[in-house]
């Protein structure tokens, strides 16, 4: 069974330009999170979404951060226009529920921002 | 604002001994406790969970947990240099309007010397 699988693994763009990432959860779960990792913060939960709708996205940073989830397979986190403060690494993970269910993380993409 | 504590470490502990690794969470309302392991430019992975008071093995592995004084632990037996990693500590609390969320630490980094 293929795990959450996010693209690209690597990203590095100039300041100001617009980032996409992707993700595809794992077949079956309904919910699918947006976390941001970085050494001074740690693991943020950025948004997430119950069965395609968006349920708390009071972590997304500001305005320049969006999140869309057209399907049960897919969801973007688009960042327009990106400044240097955003370089993080970025995961998606999704799971079966919350409440008690452990999420099950994809590899990641490593944003750097120059 | 619910937070998460860990020492950020590193602890370091020789091949073969009990590592001991600590938590405390500021929500008394947490229902849900998780450890998870994370590699070096890798992305988490669930080691361990629990839900009720006192202790839960799992191999080389315990968590304890008491709700009382809101601190969750987690014994690594016979530590092995593999075993290196950082360690973060994630507790599942009630956020409103049906919303679970799922915080994090900043995690203990781990180092067993061979």
């Known amino acids: 069974d293929a795990g959450v699988i996010q693209s690209p693994r690597h990203e590095v763009t100039e300041m100001g330009q617009e980032v996409t990432l992707r993700c595809k959860p794992i077949?079956?779960?309904?919910?699918l999170f947006w976390y941001r990792q970085t050494m001074m913060r740690g693991l943020e939960l950025l948004i997430y979404?119950?069965?395609?709708?968006?349920?708390?996205d009071s972590g997304m940073p500001e305005d320049r951060f969006s999140a869309k989830m057209p399907n049960a397979s897919f969801s973007t986190l688009k960042i327009q226009p990106s400044e240097p403060r955003d370089s993080a690494v970025y995961f998606c993970?999704?799971?079966?529920?919350?409440?008690?269910?452990?999420?099950?993380f994809g590899n990641g993409t490593r944003l750097t921002v120059t | 604002q619910k937070e998460v504590e860990q020492n950020s470490g590193p602890l370091s502990v020789p091949e073969g001994a009990i590592a001991s690794l600590n938590c405390t969470y500021s929500?008394?309302?947490?229902?849900?406790f998780f450890w998870y392991r994370q590699y070096s430019g890798k992305s988490p992975e669930l080691i361990m969970f629990?839900?009720?008071?006192g202790d839960k093995e799992d191999g080389r592995f315990t968590a304890q947990l008491n709700k009382a004084s809101q601190y969750v632990s987690l014994l690594i037996r016979d530590s092995q240099p593999s075993d290196s990693a950082t360690y973060l500590c994630?507790?599942?609390?009630?956020?409103?309007?049906?919303?679970?969320?799922?915080?994090f630490g900043k995690g203990t980094k781990l180092s067993v010397i061979p």
């Open positions: 993970a999704s799971s079966s529920g919350t409440g008690f269910s452990p999420l099950h």
């Open positions: 077949s079956g779960h309904d919910y």
């Open positions: 979404f119950n069965n395609n709708v968006p349920i708390d």
């Open positions: 929500d008394r309302g947490s229902q849900s």
């Open positions: 629990i839900y009720s008071n």
């Open positions: 994630a507790v599942n609390g009630y956020s409103g309007a049906g919303s679970y969320q799922l915080t």
